[in-house]
């Protein structure tokens, strides 16, 4: 895929759900209809935010990622005066014409004054000729928030026209060696540091990872490997990976006395589902959606396995 010319980071890997991606920005950037972006922290919301951005603004910025005409809001550490600042901006000074994009992360965020600024922000901007592009992001699908009335009505279906899931990096296995070596290469010239590879073992870890942190995770594990590794080769314990349960494990690794496959399999999804239910917080909902099951299923197997805090 193009790197733009160094000027945006591309999208990388092999998998269904970014090949997928890739074009649905080409059709969704063709007008201004606007984007909303649900998926976990790290997923890559913010890189297929900009990508949209580019290919929204192509034409009008000679082939670059013009950063001036790319506004961002992160409603968790931007102050309210700061969020109504941009916004302010947004519908008072673009001129007529121009292409611009909004991306507000976080969105589900926003106070009810801020919602309805942000509400007249976009029909001033586009009653005043802005060809104004909205993109929001959240890490929760918030829908249950509009029908309890927490989120204006009128703001949801307005920034909805199309809603992406980005799926988390342990569901994309396709993408994580493609990740990896793009960002061992970059720190590699950043650095001035000789990692030209991977170990094998290296390699097989990366993909065995279940990466809570998604993308942000992998870098940050790489970036580790370029402080405490030798060069000229990335192994495992220079990536400070943790340990994975493997479906492969021995029996008796789990300490088991009866070894029969029924208690093993029962063995290994409590320590799996305890595993998940941990990294969520025990929040069964969280835990549900990311095994791919109903949350009383969920409750489900904490009853049968003994599953306890």
């Known amino acids: 895929m193009n790197n733009f010319g160094g000027k945006i980071t591309p999208l990388i890997g092999e998998s269904d ?7 649905l920005i080409s059709t969704i950037s063709k007008n201004s209809a606007s984007v909303l972006l649900i998926g976990e922290r790290g997923s890559g919301k913010r890189l297929i935010a900009q990508h949209i951005h580019y290919a929204f603004t192509f034409e009008s910025q000679n082939n670059s990622f013009n950063k001036k005409d790319f506004y961002e809001i992160n409603c968790k550490s931007f102050s309210e005066s700061d969020i109504r600042l941009v916004f302010g901006g947004i519908s008072r000074f673009v001129p007529e014409g121009k292409k611009v994009t909004l991306f507000v992360n976080f969105v589900n965020e926003l106070s009810p004054e801020l919602q309805l600024d942000f ?41 909805n026209s199309v809603v992406l899931n980005t799926q ?32 094998d073992r290296a390699k097989e870890e990366l993909s065995l990872q279940y990466w809570k942190g998604n993308i942000d995770e992998l870098v940050n594990s790489i970036q580790r490997a370029f402080l405490v590794g ?24 789990y300490g088991l006395e009866d070894k029969s496959l029924k208690n093993a399999i029962n063995s290994f999804k409590k320590d799996y589902v305890t595993k998940v239910l941990e990294e969520n917080d025990w929040n069964q909902t969280k835990t549900a959606k990311i095994l791919g099951i109903q949350r009383t299923y969920v409750i489900k197997l904490i009853n049968e396995l003994g599953i306890k805090k």
Do not use: M, W
């Not at 009653?127 to 009128?154: A, H, P, Q």
């Not at 010239?189 to 991977?198: E, L, M, N, R, V």
């Not at 030798?230 to 690794?253: M, P, Q, R, Y």
């Open 119 to 159: 509400y007249n922000t976009i029909n001033k901007a586009r009653e005043n000729g802005v060809n104004l592009k909205i993109i929001c992001s959240s890490e929760i699908n918030f829908e249950e928030d509009v029908l309890s009335g927490k989120f204006l009505t009128d703001l949801y279906y307005l920034i």
């Open 230 to 253: 030798s060069e000229k080769v990335i192994k495992t314990e220079d990536l400070g990976l943790i340990s994975n349960i493997s479906v492969n494990a021995d029996v008796t690794g």
């Open 17 to 23: 759900f970014t090949h997928n991606i890739c074009n």
């Open 168 to 199: 988390p990096l342990r569901l994309r296995k396709d993408d994580i060696l493609p990740i990896a070596e793009y960002y061992r290469e970059l720190f590699r010239k950043q650095s001035g540091f000789d990692f030209c590879q991977f170990s």
